[in-house]
């Protein structure tokens, strides 16, 4: 297991941006799946976006807005998020897969609300 610390949610205006920190307390380099995920209010959590041995995936509603990316040597999971549109109003979660068997570490999300 690994604990996951997730900051740099807010309120932004449609068109803007804001970059997601995720925060591990292990070395992130050998881990399987690092992956964002976001819940808006009254559905699902969804898939956002992942990292799976450096190789990256989006969803198609955020595919060309938003980039995933690691540092390894600060443990940090990010999410670059541009062209922000109100329907990208949701809690926001970082999750780490150590191995790819599905024993998935949540963190406790970040508030991030798109609107004017």
């Known amino acids: 297991q690994v604990r996951l610390v997730e ?7 449609p068109g803007g941006s804001l970059t997601l920190s995720c925060a591990a307390s292990r070395n ?3 881990i399987y799946i690092l992956a964002w995920y ?4 009254g559905k699902e959590r969804d898939f956002v976006a992942r990292i799976t041995l450096g190789a990256t995936n989006y969803a198609e509603s ?4 938003f980039t995933i990316s690691r540092n ?5 999971l990010y ?7 109100p ?10 897969d150590i191995d790819g068997r ?15």
């Open 79 to 85: 999410l670059q998020m541009d062209n922000l549109k």
């Open 38 to 41: 976001r819940q808006a209010p």
């Open 72 to 76: 390894i040597t600060k443990d940090t």
């Open 102 to 116: 599905g024993s998935v570490s949540w963190g406790q999300g970040t508030q991030v609300t798109v609107s004017s």
């Open 87 to 96: 329907e990208d109003t949701a809690v926001y979660y970082c999750s780490a």
């Open 7 to 13: 900051s740099g949610g807010g309120l932004v205006q």
């Open 28 to 30: 992130i380099f050998s």
């Open 62 to 65: 955020v595919k060309g807005r």
